[in-house]
């Protein structure tokens, strides 16, 4: 029989993955939040007014307060959120056929959104800044419903993904720690439908230049069509040993200048 603390019922809010789907949307809720804060009537003026006019229910602004509150506020608590996504939600499903171009579609988002994040400096006013952040606001409100919709209970059903362990490693990333990072992967006595989620999310670690070691007891074929087909152009991949008993693979994440 199992421990009391392994005993739940499913899809209620006993089940760990209910549990962690709910602090997902906690997260979620959160940036929501702040992000609206920055959005709302009394933080911009008059559309066509100059920067010093009231607007009409609200006093003037000062616009070098805003702009750098809005700004951290983005390129730090949002940017932490869309980088730490992709280490741990995206890498998992990344390498799963059902999952595959949703992932795709996710990380075109985040850079969209890394994009407008990236030009709110350069905004010069605080009434531009605010506009700008509500496209950002648009574009993130449609970025996490996907999430909350479709990836987490896509994680949640697929064979070999532990969604509370990765959201537990979101969590670590967000609050400002970091993700064991091996350098060498023996898979031989992990279950076949935890290998490929593991594995990407270890990918997913590295930075430009760095790799790690696969090691397996058959030649990973599959893998490397994966790989080719969800990061094209982007990874190395060198046997260090063929057979017959064990695979041994350098998995990189090709130099930017490769």
């Given at each position: 029989m199992?421990?009391?603390?392994?005993?739940?019922?499913?899809?209620?809010?006993?089940?760990?993955?209910?549990?962690?789907?709910?602090?997902?949307?906690?997260?979620?809720?959160?940036?929501?939040?702040?992000?609206?804060?920055?959005?709302?009537?009394?933080?911009?003026?008059?559309?066509?007014?100059?920067?010093?006019?009231?607007?009409?229910?609200?006093?003037?602004?000062?616009?070098?307060?805003?702009?750098?509150?809005?700004?951290?506020f983005?390129?730090?608590?949002?940017?932490?959120?869309?980088?730490?996504?992709d280490?741990?939600?995206?890498?998992?499903?990344?390498?799963?056929?059902?999952?595959?171009?949703?992932?795709?579609?996710?990380?075109?988002?985040?850079?969209?959104?890394?994009?407008?994040?990236?030009a709110?400096?350069?905004?010069?006013?605080?009434?531009?800044?605010?506009?700008?952040?509500?496209?950002?606001?648009?574009?993130?409100?449609?970025?996490?419903?996907?999430?909350?919709?479709?990836?987490?209970?896509?994680?949640?059903?697929?064979?070999?993904?532990?969604?509370?362990?990765?959201?537990?490693?979101?969590?670590?990333?967000?609050?400002?720690?970091?993700?064991?990072?091996?350098?060498?992967?023996?898979?031989?006595?992990?279950?076949?439908?935890?290998?490929?989620?593991?594995?990407?999310?270890?990918?997913?670690?590295?930075?430009?230049?760095?790799?790690?070691?696969?090691?397996?007891?058959?030649?990973?074929?599959?893998?490397?069509?994966?790989?080719?087909?969800?990061?094209?152009?982007?990874?190395?991949?060198?046997?260090?040993?063929?057979g017959?008993?064990?695979?041994?693979?350098?998995?990189?994440?090709?130099?930017?200048?490769?």
């Open positions: 199992a421990p009391s603390s392994e005993i739940y019922i499913d899809a209620t809010e006993t089940d760990p993955d209910v549990r962690a789907r709910a602090e997902v949307r906690d997260v979620h809720e959160r940036l929501r939040a702040e992000l609206a804060g920055f959005t709302g009537p009394e933080r911009a003026a008059r559309p066509g007014a100059p920067l010093d006019a009231a607007p009409l229910e609200a006093a003037p602004i000062d616009a070098a307060p805003v702009d750098a509150a809005l700004v951290g983005c390129t730090g608590d949002l940017r932490r959120y869309l980088a730490a996504a280490q741990t939600l995206y890498a998992a499903a990344s390498g799963a056929a059902e999952t595959r171009l949703l992932v795709r579609a996710l990380r075109g988002g985040s850079a969209a959104l890394d994009a407008r994040v990236g709110l400096a350069a905004f010069p006013d605080a009434a531009a800044a605010v506009a700008a952040a509500r496209a950002v606001e648009a574009v993130l409100a449609v970025h996490l419903a996907a999430e909350e919709t479709v990836l987490l209970p896509a994680l949640s059903a697929m064979p070999g993904a532990d969604l509370p362990t990765l959201v537990a490693d979101l969590r670590t990333l967000l609050d400002g720690g970091s993700l064991d990072a091996p350098a060498v992967i023996d898979v031989r006595e992990i279950p076949h439908g935890r290998r490929h989620p593991r594995i990407f999310a270890r990918y997913a670690r590295l930075a430009p230049g760095e790799s790690f070691i696969l090691v397996n007891n058959h030649d990973p074929k599959p893998l490397r069509r994966e790989f080719e087909a969800t990061h094209p152009g982007a990874h190395t991949w060198d046997y260090v040993e063929s017959p008993d064990k695979w041994r693979v350098r998995i990189g994440k090709a130099s930017a200048d490769a």
